[in-house]
């Protein structure tokens, strides 16, 4: 990270299924993140299936999706402590996030989908809430964002098997997700 600071930043994954197994409570790993890297990237600890709080969510007044940050809050508190950038890593995936997200009144026993116009809702809600979370607590730490994450397949076609095509019926969820990441992220 010393040599090329001048040119761009090097990075490396935090590790983690959890918040005992994350890696920045392995002495020897966090000594090698502070020593070698000036960018992160969290491997699971802030997708949708770790700070979506679904018994909150059930109870909430407003019917929006509720986050916690306990998973990706020592990370972030790490960069911030250490000068190590983050990239946030991931607001939409087709991939962990919990489906009763997707479910009319968060029930996947109704099975019955919530309509695009409450996905979207939904979606704006999620998104604004971890944008603004990051900036307030930590600000300058998250440099950049993955917005939609694999939404393309390996045979490079669009993925139809994601609950946000599925509840949306098309792609324009990918849209809605960068107009509001754009919309809450600060400038550059």
């Known amino acids: 990270k010393d040599i090329y600071k001048d040119y ?3 990075g490396a994954a935090i590790n983690g299924s959890d918040i005992d197994t994350i890696a920045i409570k392995h002495k020897g790993m966090a000594k090698i993140l502070k020593e070698n890297f000036n960018s992160t990237t969290l491997s699971n600890l802030m997708k949708p299936d770790y700070l979506l709080d679904e018994k909150a969510t059930k109870k909430s007044k407003d019917g929006m999706p509720v986050c916690k940050f ?3 809050d020592p990370a972030l508190k790490f960069c911030q402590e250490n000068g190590i950038k983050m990239r946030g890593h991931t607001l939409l995936w087709h991939n962990q996030t919990p489906s ?5 009144n968060y029930d996947v ?3 019955k989908l919530a309509d695009a116009k409450t996905m979207e ?5 999620y998104i604004k809430q971890v944008i603004t979370h990051c900036q307030k607590k930590y600000p300058g730490v998250v440099y950049a964002w993955d917005v939609v994450n ?3 397949g390996d045979d490079g076609n669009y993925r139809t098997e994601s609950m946000w095509y599925e509840t949306y019926g098309d792609f324009s ?4 997700a960068f107009t ?6 600060e400038e550059g």
């Not at 809702?121 to 809600?125: A, D, L, P, T």
């Open 8 to 10: 761009f930043l090097v």
């Open 70 to 72: 306990d998973t990706c």
């Open 100 to 104: 009763w997200l997707f479910y009319k």
């Open 109 to 111: 026993k109704s099975g």
């Open 121 to 125: 809702k939904r979606m704006e809600s």
């Open 150 to 152: 694999e939404a393309v």
């Open 173 to 176: 969820y990918i849209k809605d």
């Open 180 to 185: 509001f990441a754009r919309k809450y992220a």
